[in-house]
C-alpha cells in the first residue's frame, strides 16, 4: 500500500507513524517542516497519552501549568490546575511546536516513512491512482491523506474550502523575554471570543480568537493583544513577533455538508476542521484523526476506508466539537463570562469542573449534570440557565428545577 501524507504537523506525523509501522510505503510531504506555530502549544492528558508510544515527551523540553487566571468583564479567578479533584488525564503542559513536531517527523522517519521536502502544488486522480504534483516532479500513490492545515490544497482540489461560518481568526505575538507557569485566558466581548497567554520556555504566545463571521481583522485583534500585553507590563524588556492564522471548526455545521474524505483520500487535523469551537483545541483532535484514518485504512483497504473514517468522525466527534459550538454563543457574552468567573471563585466543585473540563477530562456531554453534582445550587443552577437560555440572569435555587436541568444534558 503506497500513502502519500500532505502535511508532517500532528495529524500527517501520527498517520504516518502507524502505517509506516504497520509496513505501508509512507511519503510525507512538508517542506517547512518543523516550524512554530500561532498556537499555545498546550497538550492535555488525553493528547499525551495518543503519543506515548511514538515519541519521549519527557525529552522535550515542556513547561507544566501549574494553575490559569480566568478574567472577566469585572475581577479574575485563579484555578489551580493541579487540584483536589484532578487526576493524571488532566495535567496540561505546554511544548514547543517547533521541538513537538519535529520529534512526531523524527518518530514517522524512524517507523520507515520518507519525508519529502517539497511543496505540493496539486492533487488529483488518475485512473486508479491518486498524482500528488510538487514544485519539483508528480508521484503516484494508492491514497492521499490531506493533513496540511486550514489551507489545504488537499481539500480544495478534492472536496471544498471552508465556509466562514466555518472560521475563526487567531492574532497575536509570541513575546519573548518573557515566561511564566501559568496560563490566562480573558474573555473578549468586542469580537466574541478570548485571548490566551500560554507559557513556552523561553517566550509567551499571546493571541485572542475570534469568529470570522465577525468580520474582525488580525490587525484589530493585535491591537486588543497589545493592549493586555501592556496592561500587565508584559511590554518592558521584551520583544514580540506578530502572527495571525485561521482555524477551522466542523463544530458549526450539519454533519450533511462536511466532507472528510472519498475514493482515494481523506482529511485529517485542521485540514477536516477538527478544532474545538469553544477552547480552540485541536492537537488532540489531529493525532486522533492521524491514528483513526490509519486504522481505517489498516482494516478496510480500499474505497470503504475513507467511509469508515468519516462514519467514525462524525459519529464520535462531530456530536462534541457541535456541543461546544453551541455553547460558544453564550461563553463570551459579559453576562456569562462574570457569572463564570464568579463560579471560579467561589466554587471548588465547579472549579475541578473546569479543570477536567480543560484537560479533556470532562467531555461536554454531561456538563450541565456535572456542575449540579457540585450542589452549588445556585451557582450551577444559574450557568445552566444561561447556557440552555442565553440571556437568563434569575437565581434558580429550586432543586426540583436543577434536576429537571440536569435532565437535559
Not at 66 to 94: K, M, N
Not at 167 to 178: C, K, T
Not at 223 to 228: E, F, G, I, K, V
Not at 371 to 389: C, E, K, P
Request: charge should be positive.
Amino acid at each position: 500500500m503506497r500513502i502519500a501524507i500532505i502535511g508532517a504537523g500532528p495529524a500527517g506525523a501520527m498517520a504516518a507513524v502507524r502505517l509506516a509501522r504497520a509496513g505501508a510505503s509512507v511519503m510525507l510531504f512538508d517542506p517547512s517542516h518543523p516550524r512554530e506555530k500561532p498556537c499555545g502549544g498546550g497538550l492535555t492528558g488525553r493528547a499525551l497519552a495518543l503519543v506515548a508510544d511514538v515519541i519521549d515527551i519527557h525529552a522535550l523540553p515542556a513547561v507544566v501549568v501549574t494553575a490559569a487566571t480566568v478574567e472577566g468583564p469585572h475581577r479574575s479567578a485563579r484555578v489551580a490546575l493541579i487540584d483536589r479533584g484532578a487526576t493524571p488525564d488532566s495535567s496540561l503542559i505546554v511544548v514547543s511546536r517547533t521541538l513537538f513536531d519535529r520529534a512526531l517527523a523524527d518518530a514517522a522517519v524512524a517507523a520507515g516513512a520518507r519525508l519529502v521536502a517539497e511543496r505540493v502544488l496539486h492533487v488529483e486522480p488518475r485512473g486508479t491512482r491518486m498524482v500528488v504534483r510538487t514544485d519539483r516532479r508528480e508521484y503516484e500513490a494508492e491514497h492521499v491523506l490531506g493533513a496540511d492545515g486550514p489551507n489545504s490544497i488537499v481539500r480544495k482540489k478534492l472536496a471544498r474550502p471552508f465556509s466562514r461560518a466555518e472560521l475563526s481568526v487567531a492574532a497575536g505575538f509570541f513575546v519573548h523575554g518573557a515566561t511564566a507557569s501559568t496560563i490566562a485566558v480573558k474573555t473578549m466581548h468586542e469580537s466574541p471570543g478570548y485571548l490566551w497567554s500560554f507559557p513556552r520556555r523561553d517566550h509567551l504566545a499571546i493571541g485572542i480568537c475570534a469568529a470570522a463571521a465577525h468580520h474582525i481583522s488580525s490587525a484589530q485583534l493585535r491591537r486588543q493583544s497589545t493592549a493586555w500585553i501592556r496592561e500587565h507590563g508584559l511590554d518592558q524588556g521584551t520583544q514580540a513577533t506578530p502572527y495571525a492564522w485561521p482555524i477551522p471548526s466542523i463544530g458549526h455545521e450539519t454533519t450533511r455538508k462536511i466532507p472528510l474524505g472519498g475514493a482515494g483520500w481523506m482529511l485529517l487535523g485542521d485540514a477536516a476542521g477538527l478544532v474545538d469551537p469553544l477552547t480552540r483545541e485541536g492537537i488532540f483532535y489531529a493525532l486522533l484523526s492521524g491514528q483513526w484514518a490509519a486504522e481505517a485504512m489498516l482494516e478496510a483497504p480500499g474505497t470503504r476506508s475513507a467511509a469508515r473514517y468519516a462514519d467514525k468522525i462524525l459519529s464520535v466527534l462531530h456530536p462534541e466539537l457541535a456541543r461546544a459550538a453551541r455553547l460558544s454563543r453564550v461563553f463570551f457574552t459579559p453576562a456569562f463570562s462574570a457569572l463564570l468567573v464568579q463560579a471560579l471563585d467561589e466554587s471548588a466543585g465547579i472549579r475541578d469542573a473546569f479543570v477536567h473540563l480543560v484537560g479533556g477530562v470532562q467531555p461536554y456531554r454531561g456538563l450541565r449534570r456535572r456542575l449540579l453534582a457540585t450542589r452549588q445550587w445556585s451557582l450551577a443552577a444559574r450557568v445552566i440557565g444561561m447556557l440552555i437560555r442565553p440571556g437568563f440572569t434569575g437565581t434558580m435555587t429550586d432543586v426540583a428545577l436543577s434536576r429537571e436541568m440536569a435532565t437535559r444534558s
